[in-house]
């Protein structure tokens, strides 16, 4: 398979930027407003019917990172990281060593800069019933970005991720893949296209997230959130924090944050947007660690998310 040569300065690549990131807690309370999105309505996730689909075991690291064993090539028991807040998915520099692979490259933004790459066409890569032929991922160095990425073979990204529709079952800590609708998985080329996003409300105004399973809590972006909610409030003092090596935050915790029925006070992170023509209409990421749910359907041919 030949390579396009072409830079993914467009894809983004949020996952692991934020170590001991905030979660949030929130009191039970009314269901916010509607605004005709399922996502918000908390609808019920799809019974888990392992005979009508694929279960993978997973662990979880650090408390929320969902960690698989997949293959590349003939490399068997690989750990893979399963990242829906990564457009691409990337192998880590060690593996692609070894199979003396052409490269070109590549580069993405995560957060506030653009990382350099470089990408190349995996002959095949395998994770529970899913197996992608001749697919382009990044290449790099993964303990370089992210110290939780140390002993990762993969970034499994939404390129692979939503050829499948799926649920992650915590009590049982097993992933469960849907049957695949009939016909070819659309693929997109727009990143957001494919995304999940979660649409939430503070203090009474819509707020949209990207969902993010490579994130612990919530982590807004400071100018879109001040555009969104011109006179917010906070339930305390705001303080400064450092996320990982460089990226610099602000902690703080907000009033009035409904997410799906429950709504009361949220720990968050604010960091600085991203330019504009970086994740567009997007006001920051949401961990699904924040939603404090028993299992949660990720439907991709919809594009809905769902969770118990």
């Not at 002959?123 to 290449?139: K, N, Q, S």
């Not at 160095?141 to 990204?157: H, M, Q, R, T, W």
Request: with cysteine; charged share 20%.
């Amino acid at each position: 398979m030949k390579l396009t040569g072409h830079h993914f300065s467009h894809q983004f690549l949020i996952l692991l930027a934020a170590c001991g990131a905030a979660g949030g807690s929130l009191a039970q309370g009314p269901p916010p407003r509607s605004e005709g999105q399922a996502i918000e309505r908390q609808p019920e996730a799809p019974p888990l019917d392992s005979a009508a689909g694929s279960e993978l075991p997973f662990r979880l690291s650090e408390g929320y990172l969902i960690l698989v064993e997949g293959a590349i090539g003939s490399r068997t028991h690989l750990r893979f990281l399963l990242d829906t807040g990564a457009s691409m998915s990337i192998v880590d520099s060690k593996i692609a060593d070894g199979m003396k692979l052409h490269r070109e490259p590549a580069e993405s933004f995560n957060f506030d800069r653009n990382l350099a790459w470089d990408q190349a066409s995996i002959p095949e890569v395998r994770f529970g019933p899913i197996t992608a032929v001749d697919t382009v991922m990044l290449v790099g160095p993964l303990a370089k970005y992210s110290e939780f990425a140390c002993n990762v073979d993969a970034i499994i990204g939404l390129d692979l991720l939503r050829q499948r529709n799926f649920t992650v079952d915590y009590a049982v800590k097993k992933i469960i893949f849907h049957p695949a609708a009939s016909g070819p998985p659309r693929f997109r080329d727009e990143p957001l296209a494919s995304s999940l996003t979660l649409l939430i409300q503070i203090q009474g105004h819509p707020v949209r997230l990207i969902v993010d399973t490579g994130f612990q809590g919530i982590l807004l972006f400071e100018e879109r959130l001040f555009d969104r909610v011109p006179e917010l409030k906070t339930a305390r003092d705001v303080t400064r924090v450092r996320l990982g090596e460089r990226l610099h935050a602000k902690a703080a915790t907000l009033r009035g944050v409904a997410i799906g029925p429950s709504i009361g006070d949220a720990s968050v992170l604010l960091a600085k947007a991203p330019p504009p023509e970086i994740l567009p209409g997007i006001d920051g990421v949401a961990g699904i660690a924040a939603l404090k749910a028993r299992s949660i359907h990720f439907n991709f041919s919809e594009t809905t998310l769902s969770w118990e």
